[in-house]
Nanobody, 121 residues
Framework: QVQLVESGGGLVQPGGSLRLSCAAS????????MGWYRQAPGKERELVAT???????DYEESVKGRFTISRDYTKKAVYLQMNSLKPEDTAVYYC???????????????WGQGTQVTVSS
């Protein structure tokens, strides 16, 4: 069974920084893309940043230049360094991993449990 375990959320003042971490378990899960999504109260879940195994990245427009996604492929982990945080970044942040089963080649997609990020003075 594959699990994504997240950590690193919390309360931070505007202009501050946080680093989110997410690690995937499951030896038969071959990951292609890992990323972060967020959902604010009353809003739909939106993409924040993704990174493929080849290193290609995609960022939501409002976080460009402030957030940086990175991966540790040996640990099946993804990180999100968030700088210059704004109140509008407040949301539950979810880790996502997309790939396939090593043996069946079936496509697999998993979500983490979510971690709260609150930006407030």
């Amino acid at each position: 069974q594959v699990q994504l375990v997240e950590s690193g959320g919390g309360l931070v003042q505007p202009g501050g920084s946080l680093r989110l971490s997410c690690a995937a378990s499951g030896s038969s899960f071959i990951i292609n893309t890992m990323g972060w999504y967020r959902q604010a109260p009353g809003k739909e879940r939106e993409l924040v940043a993704t990174m493929t195994t080849g290193g290609s990245t995609d960022y939501e427009e409002s976080v460009k230049g402030r957030f940086t996604i990175s991966r540790d492929y040996t640990k099946k982990a993804v990180y999100l360094q968030m700088n210059s945080l704004k109140p509008e970044d407040t949301a539950v942040y979810y880790c996502n991993a997309d790939g396939r089963d090593r043996d069946t080649y079936n496509r697999l997609n998993y979500w983490g449990q979510g971690t709260q990020v609150t930006v407030s003075s």
